[in-house]
């Protein structure tokens, strides 16, 4: 029983012990006290209306529904003559709520949280709620580990019926984990099972992590993550029977000891299928990861049948039950487990839909959609249209449902919930250097202009150094087919007469190519390109003498005519934030005959992500390159190849490995060269404490190569290697690369730069 229903009956009683009328009819009824409510409103909650007869029980009843409405603190029925007056004391209302001493939360948030339960300016004020009020800011402060976290408030009266509540709150320090013990584990060492727990005592990144303040809901996520562990390595019988939270006197320190039973391995005896087969038994049964001779693991017995699930909905029965049956021998410590299908009936998609797209035409993103209308439902056609809907770069989440059709059994719907992030990028590069201090080039592009999913992207760098407009335009969709066309128009200008290690010349190049890609399949495609460029090139008298000698022998102007080839395969599960897949790239460059220019220019870039856990994979990749002349003409020294920064061997300067020179007072000239090595292992992982967040990673890698000139073998003794750590942000400005480097086996003449970055802004 509530107080306020406690009360009410008290008023009832005392009101009717006090009454001794005579029963009359009402003529009229007059409200007195009411200041802030309206008389309607109290009309609206009076069980009499006029005409009524009104007796001692049914004043009663009256008196209780009013007081119930929780707006007065008195009500009392009087009598004039055949008039019923209600005479009303309002409850105060709320006119101002006061929160002091609060850090932790915004006072926002703590009224929003005061609102939850009753009280809010505006609102009438009861008393009663007050307990409550404190509870739940305490409640607020519980779950920020601020268990000593005091409140006390004070009633202010004020003119016109109206409060102040101050609420003045002491937070007190926040209560970290000093100790978490697990009773009763023998199979595994303790360190090793507090390392698969969530909570943890305080360490160098708690500050950033919070995983030393206890919450109930992170403790329930660490104890099935306890009998994961456990399960997926034979206890099958695992338990855990109990946890204690305790707190220190003081309310700082918090003690958690979790009481578990193991039991013992379980080996598996036998595997079966049963049920009702719609794809052949013996293709099902070489999807069960679990095997006759195995240690039973959950994990597997998981995978298994969602394998099978899978497998089914890949025809049509995407509503398929698996459900693995154990038999147990706890005598033996064996189980055997029988896996039963019911695929249910076969499901056809009535429509796919496209949802959270507000730029980007719907069209674009159908036409990566592989599951069609009116077929039959595929999980693998769903997750790839997922993917390549991903792929696309213009979305920054892409979701998948199918709800069933209402009123059916064998129907559902497809749904695609994209969000739509910046597309358009200016892009800005940056390092330091010795040689050259800050450089900085630009660019802007638009992936998905005007919604169409093509893109534009002009190329500006203005420097002293290298100065280049590009401007291209690429149609991934020019024909119904898939075909791609790209056209792009430039004018480049390379001067390395003001860097201090870099061997002089100057080119001017101005150019137009076209390229076509067309797909082979959902991963492959070939690309053919054609273009014609002129570049005028200026040496001087510091130029070094490969330079001098490739200008007297065959001019300052060189005119090519180059065709292309390519070969790319991307298979990787996002652009954005890749875990998985293989990304590769091959092509030939062919300066042709009836040009000045003739040689040849081959490249590989590959790229292999393997997941090693959830949210941390391992990435291989390399880059090759080999060119040469042919006709009797070398291969143009401006079209060497240049090893070294960001986005190659980091640590060392962009550009910088490879042969060398020396100009006339000593300085080492970089030359490039017309073979290229190097190679990059990465192990990617999420920033602690933003596992969920895909805009952030990081990375530990381990990078090698080199460049080696003409007549020079490739050779892994000449590599240079570096180690270090690289962070990749997908900011509001745009993408952000930063590395840092310590260079290993570097030689005297090498130009380090042990801190890289790329930054970029969006719009």
């Known amino acids: 029983m509530t107080i306020r229903t406690f009360l009410a009956m008290c008023c009832v009683l005392l009101s009717t ?82 929160i002091n001493g609060s850090k932790a939360f915004s006072k926002d948030q703590l009224k929003d949280a005061l609102k939850s339960i009753g009280i809010a300016e505006s609102r009438i004020y009861d008393k009663s709620l007050l307990d409550k009020a404190e509870k739940e800011l305490k409640r607020q ?15 202010t009266p004020m003119p016109r019926n109206r409060v102040a509540l101050t609420f003045n709150i002491v937070e007190g320090e926040v209560a970290h984990i000093r100790e978490i013990n697990i009773v009763g584990a023998t199979a595994f060492p303790e360190k090793v099972l507090l390392d698969q727990l969530q909570l943890n005592v305080p360490n160098w990144l708690s500050w950033y992590t919070k995983n030393d303040q206890y919450s109930k809901q992170k403790l329930s996520g660490d104890l099935e993550t306890l009998r994961s562990y456990y399960q997926d390595r034979g206890y099958l019988e695992f338990a855990v029977e109990s946890t204690q939270v305790s707190i220190s006197p003081d309310k700082q320190d918090i003690y958690i000891t979790i009481n578990i039973h193991e039991g013992e391995p379980y080996k598996v005896s036998d595997v079966k299928l049963a049920g009702q087969f719609v794809v052949p038994e013996e293709e099902l049964k070489k999807l069960l990861k679990l095997k006759a001779g195995d240690t039973f693991s959950r994990e597997k017995v998981t995978s298994s049948s969602k394998a099978i699930s899978d497998r089914l909905a890949n025809e049509g029965y995407s509503f398929a039950n698996i459900n693995a049956n154990p038999d147990i021998n706890k005598d033996n410590h064996t189980a055997s487990f029988t896996f039963v299908v019911d695929p249910g009936r076969r499901v056809y998609v009535r ?23 009116g077929g039959w439902y595929s999980i693998e056609r769903v997750n790839r249209s997922k993917e390549r809907i991903d792929r696309l770069g213009f979305f920054s989440e ?3 449902d199918s709800p069933p059709v209402p009123g059916t059994t064998d129907q559902v719907d ?26 900085l080039s630009a660019g802007i592009s638009q992936n998905n202009l005007f ?34 066309r790209s056209w792009s128009v430039y004018d480049r200008t ?143 020294f401006f079209k060497n190849f240049f090893a070294g920064g960001v986005d190659s061997v980091r640590g060392y300067f962009t550009g910088s490995l490879g042969p060398h020179t020396f100009d006339m007072v000593g300085n080492t000239l970089n ?59 997908y900011s509001p400005m745009g993408p952000l690369k930063f590395s840092y480097a310590v260079p290993i086996r570097a030689q005297p003449l090498d130009n380090i730069e042990r801190l890289q970055f790329q930054m970029g802004s969006t719009f």
Do not use: C
């Not at 402060?141 to 009633?155: E, H, N, R």
């Not at 203005?462 to 020019?478: D, H, K």
């Open 17 to 98: 012990a006090a009454w001794a009328l005579s029963p009359f009819t009402i003529r009229d009824i007059r409200v007195e006290g009411a200041q802030r409510i309206e008389a309607g409103t109290i009309f609206s909650y009076l069980p009499l209306k006029v005409g009524d007869t009104v007796t001692n029980e049914k004043a009663s009843a009256a008196v209780k529904s009013l007081y119930d409405t929780g707006f007065f603190a008195d009500v009392r029925l009087e009598s004039d003559g055949d008039v019923l007056v209600v005479v009303v004391q309002e409850r105060p209302s709320i006119a101002r709520i006061d």
């Open 141 to 155: 402060y519980l779950g920020k580990g601020k268990y000593s976290a005091q409140v006390t408030t004070t009633v």
């Open 351 to 373: 429509h796919v839909n496209i949802y959270g797209n507000t730029t980007t035409r719907d069209e674009v993103i159908r036409r990566e959609v592989r599951q069609l209308e």
């Open 398 to 400: 892409v979701t998948v």
């Open 414 to 439: 497809v749904n695609f919930t994209v969000v739509e992030r910046q597309t358009g990028q200016i892009q800005v590069g940056a390092g330091y250097s010795s040689a050259e201090k800050v450089v």
């Open 451 to 484: 919604g169409s999913g093509n893109s534009l992207s002009l190329n500006v760098n203005s420097g002293e150094i290298t100065r280049t407009y590009a401007l291209t335009y690429f149609n991934p969709y020019w024909t119904d087919e898939g075909i791609g």
């Open 494 to 636: 390379m001067n390395t007469t003001l860097l201090t290690g870099v061997s002089p010349y100057m080119t001017r190049t101005i150019g137009t190519d076209m390229h076509l890609s067309v797909p082979v399949s959902e991963t492959n495609s070939y690309s053919v390109g054609l273009g014609v460029e002129s570049t005028a090139i200026t040496v001087v008298s510091d130029s070094p003498i490969q330079y001098l000698n490739f200008v007297d022998q065959f001019g300052d102007t060189a005119k090519t005519l180059k065709a292309d080839v390519g070969f790319s395969r991307d298979s990787r599960d996002s652009v954005i934030y890749p875990m998985k897949g293989l990304n590769q790239r091959y092509s030939l460059e062919v300066g042709l005959p009836g040009a000045d220019l003739k040689y040849y220019r081959a490249t590989m870039n590959a790229q292999w992500l393997n997941p090693v856990t959830s949210d941390t994979t391992m990435s291989f990749s390399s880059q090759l390159g080999y060119g040469n002349g042919y006709a009797g003409m070398p291969l143009p």
């Open 671 to 729: 030359l490039g060269g017309n073979k290229m090595l190097t190679g990059s292992a990465e192990y990617l992982f999420p920033m602690p404490g933003l596992k969920n967040d895909h805009s952030f990673r990081l990375s530990t890698f381990f990078d090698a190569g080199n460049v080696f000139g003409a007549g020079e073998a490739i050779s892994p003794s000449q590599f240079r290697y570096s180690a270090g750590m690289a962070l990749s942000w």
